[in-house]
């Protein structure tokens, strides 16, 4: 029987961590059972994903103490129940599959391209069950979403998220492990060489872990964001809600110490900027008329009503005013975000963001960051296989909206394309760069093939 060394790279022990395995020769059949070192029975979920007619590829989710061996028993009888993920009724209309991990709960999106919150394409709704606190429980905001370069004054911001619906291929399913993978096409925006671009995204969930992984794939693309040449690079943005007066993260940390710069001088001048259009402009269309009543009181209207003016996509303005307008937006931010009053910070310290002008920051290049609530002590912890140059994080407690980005200052996005992200949740506040290194350097394994294998 064919056996499979598992072992941690890190020394220490691993509770419900995904591993993939080839063993040599063809096995058809969807499940089999192999056992640990201390007897205990592990399913193993084959995959259609590197299996071929002479190996067989599994994924199996292991726990261990420093290393242990697995053999490959026999195959799963039809008549034996076998725990697993579990897919239950969304809730959403544009619901793909809402999933019980043993972990997670949680429902994939496909989006309604409606141009609102609401309208999006990910992870729609999100709670862990080590305490069944929901992070998304208005369905209004999303973990997923990609933004940047295409949602930028340059490019008349479009929202993909918000302004496309996507396709979701099932490339795995079985009780053990649960691939996705989205293909939409981002609406054309101002810039000539980011229109007509298509993108995919993988999503792998395994059943009982406390993290999920994630892969961004774009057309290649080269532009200027910011001033700065940008090539397929883009902004990963993952939303989370408490609602008003109530934040579900309230506090964010680097490995290694956060450097950053407080405040964002991009929205204020974008705000000031929806009050002088609304004033001044001399478009007349039925449209404009609409948000101009919406946006009457500025300081109590939506966010999203302020990039929306400014959209290609909604046609509120032409795309010369649009172009026009935040040209002076551009200059004006570029300007204000150097300033020498804007000074970085080097902090050991999780930083309090909601403390901080505008209630977000920007941190400085990083592979590992986490968002935590500090009374409860759950985090978010991202880990991303290349580093990204920047981030932006809000944690604004009026609206009660949280956000991690992989974005610098005036939307330039700062992820490679194609890079693996890793998120982990659940209560790891005091142990979150534990997690974090685990996520980094998953467990090795090796296959030892038998004689008659």
């Known amino acids: 029987m064919t056996s499979i060394s598992v072992r941690d790279p890190l020394g220490a022990g691993r509770k419900n961590e995904l591993i993939r395995f080839s063993v040599p020769g063809r096995r058809t059949e969807a499940l089999w059972w192999a056992h640990d070192a201390q007897g205990k029975a592990v399913l193993c979920q084959r995959l259609n994903d590197g299996s071929s007619g002479t190996a067989t590829a599994f ?33 959403e209309s544009d619901c793909f599959v809402r999933l019980d991990t043993g972990a997670f709960d949680l429902e994939l999106c496909s989006g309604r391209a409606e141009g609102l919150g609401s309208s999006k394409w990910g992870i729609k709704h999100f709670k862990g069950h080590f305490d069944d606190f929901e992070l998304l429980p208005s369905g209004n905001n999303a973990i997923g979403g990609f933004y940047g370069p295409f949602f930028t004054p340059e490019n008349g911001l479009i929202n993909p998220p918000e302004h496309t619906t996507v396709e979701i291929e099932t490339v795995e399913k079985g009780p053990v492990l649960h691939h996705y993978r989205m293909h939409g096409s981002i609406p054309d925006g101002l810039l000539p060489e980011l229109k007509s671009k298509t993108f995919s995204i993988d999503w792998v969930f395994a059943h009982q872990s406390h993290s999920f992984s994630r892969r961004y794939r774009v057309d290649d693309f080269q532009t200027v964001i910011n001033g700065r040449s940008v090539t397929n690079k883009i902004t990963v ?27 964002d001088p991009y929205a204020g001048e974008l705000v000031a900027m929806v009050a002088e259009t609304v004033q001044g402009s001399t478009t007349k269309s039925e449209k404009f008329n609409e948000f101009r009543a919406q946006l009457s009181d500025i300081e109590s209207a939506h966010w999203d009503l302020y990039w929306r003016l400014f959209c290609k996509w909604e046609g509120v303005l032409s795309d010369a005013e649009i172009t026009e307008r935040l040209a002076r937006v551009r200059a004006a931010s570029h300007v204000k975000a150097d300033l020498p009053e804007r000074v970085w910070q080097l902090t050991q310290e ?69 890079v693996e992200i890793k998120t982990a949740y659940g209560p790891f506040a005091e142990e979150w760069e534990t997690i974090a290194r685990q996520l980094e350097m998953p467990l090795e394994v090796s296959v030892i093939p038998t004689p008659n294998d």
Not at 60 to 76: C, F, H, K, N, Q
Request: hydrophobic residues 35%.
């Open 59 to 91: 994924a199996a989710v292991v726990s261990l103490a420093g290393e242990t061996r697995l053999v490959l028993d026999r195959p799963v009888e039809a008549n034996e129940e076998v725990a697993g993920i579990v897919e239950l009724p969304g809730r």
């Open 237 to 263: 943005g993952d939303e989370f809600e408490g609602g008003q007066g109530t934040l579900v993260f309230d506090r964010f940390a680097a490995m290694g110490g956060t450097r950053y710069r407080s405040g």
């Open 350 to 418: 999780r930083v309090d963001v909601s403390a901080e002008p505008h209630e977000t920051i920007f941190p400085g290049p990083a592979d590992k960051t986490v968002e935590f609530h500090s009374e409860s002590g759950r985090a978010m912890i991202w880990w991303t296989s290349k580093p990204s140059g920047a981030f932006q994080i809000v944690q604004r407690r009026q609206s009660g909206w949280v956000n991690w980005g992989s974005n610098g200052e005036n939307e330039c996005p700062e992820l490679p394309v194609g």
